[in-house]
């Protein structure tokens, strides 16, 4: 079964400068995540979608920060202007069925490791 | 809102020896997962915990649930040096349609040889 793919793995770029980043849940999977994992911290949760419905996206910085999932399959999350301190992995991960009484276990993609110089 | 504690941050322990990480949680949840990550890579999935008392044990890992306490540990027996990575436990909410998974912030451990 193939995993949640990321694209791109590494990106730089320049602060005010706009990036984009894409996911590919696991085929079937009704609910996905994006999570900031900044350096030796824990990922953060910054939106989850159920289907192409936004579940929770209570700290996603709405400002500069935007995703979407068009068809309720891959998803994109996008920033525009770029700070330094959004230097980070960001991780997509997706699951079955967040319902609480099935398993809800979230498998994660390899993740993209942006850097803002 | 959802807290997720784990201690300790940083663990170096000489291989052959037993060590615990615990993982404290603010509010109630009855889902508790830990995962395991390697530098540069993502997250593995170790175990998930659904209920009081869950107990689960996969090589010289074990990891248990105590829902009243709202803790969990991860217990390492007779370590060795495969198992140097960052171990995170991560506590799903339980408000219905938004079962948020929190992150703990993770224990460093390295397995001295």
């Known amino acids: 079964e193939a995993g949640v793919a990321q694209s791109p793995r590494y990106k730089i770029i320049e602060k005010r400068q706009s990036v984009a980043f894409w996911c590919n849940p696991i085929s079937g999977h009704a609910t996905l995540y994006w999570y900031q994992q900044i350096l030796g911290q824990g990922p953060k949760l910054l939106i989850q979608?159920?289907?192409?419905?936004?579940?929770?996206d209570s700290q996603l910085p709405k400002d500069r920060f935007s995703a979407e999932r068009l068809k309720g399959v891959d998803s994109t999350l996008k920033i525009q202007p770029a700070k330094l301190e959004d230097s980070a992995v960001y991780l997509c991960?997706?699951?079955?069925?967040?319902?609480?009484?099935?398993?809800?276990?979230?498998?994660f993609g390899q993740g993209t490791r942006l850097t803002v110089v | 809102e959802l807290k997720v504690e784990q201690n300790p941050l940083f663990l170096s322990m000489q291989e052959g020896k037993n060590y615990t990480i615990y993982c404290n949680y603010s509010t109630t949840s009855d889902r508790l997962y830990w995962y395991r990550q390697d530098p540069g890579k993502s997250l593995e999935s170790l175990f998930v915990?659904?209920?009081?008392?869950a107990v689960k044990q996969e090589g010289r890992l074990m990891a248990s649930l105590d829902t009243k306490a709202r803790l969990s540990t991860l217990h390492i027996t007779a370590a060795v040096h495969d198992l140097s990575a960052t171990y995170f436990c991560a506590v799903r909410g339980m408000v219905f349609g938004n079962e948020k998974l929190t992150f703990g912030t993770g224990t460093r451990l390295t397995i001295i040889p």
């Open positions: 991960a997706s699951s079955l069925d967040p319902h609480p009484d099935r398993n809800t276990e979230a498998f």
């Open positions: 979608f159920q289907n192409n419905g936004v579940v929770d």
């Open positions: 915990l659904l209920s009081n008392g």
